[in-house]
Every structure is written in C-alpha cells, then in structure tokens.
C-alpha cells in the first residue's frame, strides 16, 4: 500500500530537532552533532508512527477491507480504509491493533535503554523512543474519535445497544469532551503547581484541543450521514426514464419525457443497447429554435464499463460500488438487462445528507 508523508511533517521534524537538539547538547555535550541526533529521533519518531498505522492497516486488509494508502502528517499519521468494518469485534481489534504496537514498541525500547549507557547516543535514542511510544501508544487509547480510543469505544456502544450510528455520535462527544480537557490541561497543571501556565503550553494545548474537536466534529457528521447508508435503494433512487436513439431531436425527446412522465433521457444505438445518457445542464443549454435539429446524441455523456447498477442494490454494497467507480450518473438496470432508470451522483449526496433532490 502506497505511504504518503506530507510537507507538514517537515515543520514537526524542525521543531524537534531544534528543541531536542537543545536537550541532547545539555544532557550528552555532543555540540552541534547534537542537533543530528536530533533529527535521527524526528524520523524514528516518525517511523514508530508508521508502524502504528501498518498495524491498522494489517489488521483491516486481514479482515478484508480495502485500505487507499497511509497518510503521515503533522500530527501523526492515518490509515485510509475504504470500508466500515461491518461488527464491532472487527471494529476493536482494527483501532487495537496501533496503540497495542505502539506500546509493545515501548516496552522494547524500555527493555533496550535498561541495557544501554544512558549517556550514550544509543541510549539517549533508546530512551526517548520508549517515552514518544508511550505517549503515542496512552494517548490514542483515550476514548473520544478521532483517536482509536474513540474506536474502541465506539465499538463497546455498538457492541451494547446494536447501533454503529448511537456508537458513532457517542464517540464522537467523547473526542469533543477529551478536547475541551486538552486545552484547559496546562491551566489545570498551573494551578495546581501555583503557577501560570507558560505560552508554549497554551498553544501547544489549544493546537491540539482545535484538532481533536474539528476531527470530532467530523466524525460526528459523519455519523449522522453513515446512518442514512442503510436507506440507500438504487430503486428508489433512480429516475425514471426513456429509452431513444442517437439521432432523435431534442424537441422530440422533450416530448417524449412528458407524455411517460420520466425525468432522464437514455441513448441507445440501433441493436438497443444503451450507450449514453443525456447531460440535463447541456441539453438546456440548447436553444428552443435548435431544439428540432439537434439530436440527443450531441448532449449526451458515454457510459461505462461501471455506468451500470443493479435495481436491487442496496445499503452499503450501492454506496461501495459508487466510491469505487465515481460518476456523475449510472444506469440502473433490471436483472435481465432492461433499463430501469438513472441515478445521479447528486441524487445521492441529497439522499445522504438529508436534503431534497433538485
């Protein structure tokens, strides 16, 4: 699967290696080489990440669910699967699956820093790669989405009431809970300490606290819009239509969409076999006065291999088939190859939100 590291990643990589490089000149006097080691940890770091995400990854394609490829950013990193997992048991052990080696790498790294010189380059490395995958490895677990945690405990919902959508919004309150925590941390530590909370802190937490409540938001809509996938009928979708030859005028076709009271336009060739559909916006673009000339075949967009639906499907299947082959319209066709109707991307995105179609 492809991995993409973003320019974002380099901002983190350059603050690391200027603060740690800091860090490291104090704590092993190594002068400017420090700044290196520095650098040497931002890309372990970050490859610690990458194995966080292979294991998300492993794990989805093992129950069969297709992943894009894994995205490595500023805040870390992100493995786009194409598909929900379809039970909350899959659901758990996918979201696991990262914070589980994240840890597992920490107690490897603990293990190996007890071994080493810890003032040594070896162990200066060592050390601060248990702590970052312990950090990377807790922090996930914390249960509010976007974070795993919030996976999991969108599974233990789903698992209990039976509803991936109830499991999806409570997630999801959870991620804007955890970051209203995250940004009031530094004041809390402050107070407590009887102190005021540096400037570095504050920023640092409401960075953090803006990401994790604009990926709560997110994964509340998205909740909202994944409960209407069950609904999805290409049947009910569908708009109806007639079925014309390339060399029909448009004024003819006009005609015929009144009298069968259809709202598509399905351009066939002379053995029958639809091979176009008529683009509305391109076909209103077209004067009145040309409209008895102008045959349907020159406002009309070519099917596809993927242009065809089956009437009866449905859910999840129909919106899968439709991700993977993106097209502003389909045809959708009965079992033994008639024409049922057209569905439009369009009417579909309005289907999903909950808006009326146009």
């Known amino acids: 699967m492809p991995v993409y590291v973003t320019s974002s990643w380099w901002i983190v990589a350059v603050l690391i290696t200027l603060v740690y490089g800091g860090i490291v000149q104090t704590r092993l006097a190594l002068g400017p080489s420090a700044y290196l080691l520095a650098f040497v940890f931002a890309v372990l770091l970050y ?13 989805a394609r093992w129950y069969g669910l297709p992943v894009r490829r894994i995205v490595l950013y500023v805040l ?6 194409d598909r929900e997992a379809p039970t909350p048991g899959r659901e ?6 990262g914070p589980l080696l994240s840890l597992v790498l920490a107690a490897g790294a603990y293990g190996l820093a007890r071994l080493a010189d810890p003032f040594t380059v070896t162990g200066e490395l060592l050390f601060q790669l248990w702590i970052a995958n312990l950090l990377v490895g807790v922090f996930n677990l914390l249960p509010g989405l976007p974070l795993d945690g919030g996976r999991l405990l969108r599974a233990g919902v789903w698992k ?5 959508h109830t499991a999806g919004v409570v997630a999801a309150w959870g991620g804007r809970i955890l970051a209203l925590g995250v940004a009031a941390l530094p004041f809390l530590l402050a107070w407590s300490a009887g102190t005021t909370p540096g400037p570095w802190a504050v920023a640092w937490g409401l960075f953090l606290a803006g990401f994790m409540w604009l990926g709560a938001g997110e994964a509340l809509r ?5 409960s209407r996938v069950p609904g999805l009928r290409a049947r009910e979708l569908a708009r109806p239509a007639v079925v014309v030859t390339a060399d029909l005028p448009l004024a003819r076709a006009d005609a015929m969409l009144r009298e069968a009271g259809a709202e598509a336009v399905v351009v066939a060739d002379s053995a029958g076999t639809p091979i176009s559909v008529m683009h509305p916006a391109a076909a209103e673009a077209i004067s009145d006065a040309r409209r008895a000339w102008v045959p349907v075949s020159d406002v009309a967009r070519a099917l596809t ?5 089956p009437a009866g499907e449905e859910g999840e299947e129909l919106l899968e088939r439709l991700v993977r082959h993106p097209l502003p319209e389909y045809l959708v066709v009965e079992e033994d190859g008639g024409v049922f109707g057209v569905l439009r991307a369009s009417d579909v995105n309005a289907a999903m939100t909950g808006r009326g179609r146009s």
Do not use: D, K, Q
């Open 222 to 226: 998205n909740a909202w819009v994944r």
């Open 92 to 97: 758990f052990w996918i979201a696991f699956s």
């Open 160 to 164: 209990l009431t039976g509803r991936p």
């Open 76 to 81: 870390g990193g992100v493995s786009e699967i």
């Open 305 to 309: 291999e993927y242009s065809r639906v």
């Open 47 to 59: 490859a610690s990440v990458l194995v966080h995400e292979l294991a998300h990854s492993v794990v």
